[in-house]
């Protein structure tokens, strides 16, 4: 069974369960993989339907941080409860650590010396971390260690 037919076999359960959270959670996600087929002219594969729910949980956090800094707590909880149902189909984040691993061997394989070689570190590394960790995250860590 693909990723997108569990989703909504998990969207059908939610319904039927009357969890409005998971079901809220899980049609919004279906609605950002139709329009990203729409898109596409085409079914996506699931390794672009873990993109597209990276990507809206991604967007989740930021929203929580905006909503924190508005003052609206209640909003921020949603937003992390549709977080923790839509992580269940990405796999396993990458720690800090695993992360770091990464990116040294990434500068050993291209053979990064300076800030300026970035680029060519970013290129190796992210095929490797798409998905299972924030780029952001990775970006720091890069920088941290070409310059240090």
């Not at 998971?22 to 079914?43: D, P, V, W």
Request: glycine share 6%; aromatic share 2%; no cysteine.
């Amino acid at each position: 069974m693909g990723l997108k037919e569990q989703l909504h076999k998990d969207m059908q359960k939610a319904t039927k369960e009357r969890n409005s959270l998971a079901l809220s959670a899980l049609r919004m996600a279906l609605a950002e993989i139709k329009n990203k087929e729409i898109e596409a002219r085409g079914e996506l594969a699931d390794d672009a339907i873990l993109k597209t729910l990276a990507s809206a949980v991604k967007r989740r956090r930021e929203s929580i941080e905006l909503f924190l800094k508005g003052n609206r707590p209640e909003l921020a909880e949603k937003e992390q409860a549709e977080i923790v149902v839509l992580e269940a189909y990405l796999p396993k984040g990458l720690s800090e650590a695993e992360v770091e691993a990464l990116v040294r061997e990434a500068i050993a394989a291209v053979g990064a010396k300076a800030p300026s070689d970035m680029g060519r570190v970013m290129k190796e590394l992210m095929p490797k971390v798409a998905g299972r960790a924030d780029g952001k995250q990775v970006n720091e860590i890069v920088r941290r260690l070409l310059s240090g």
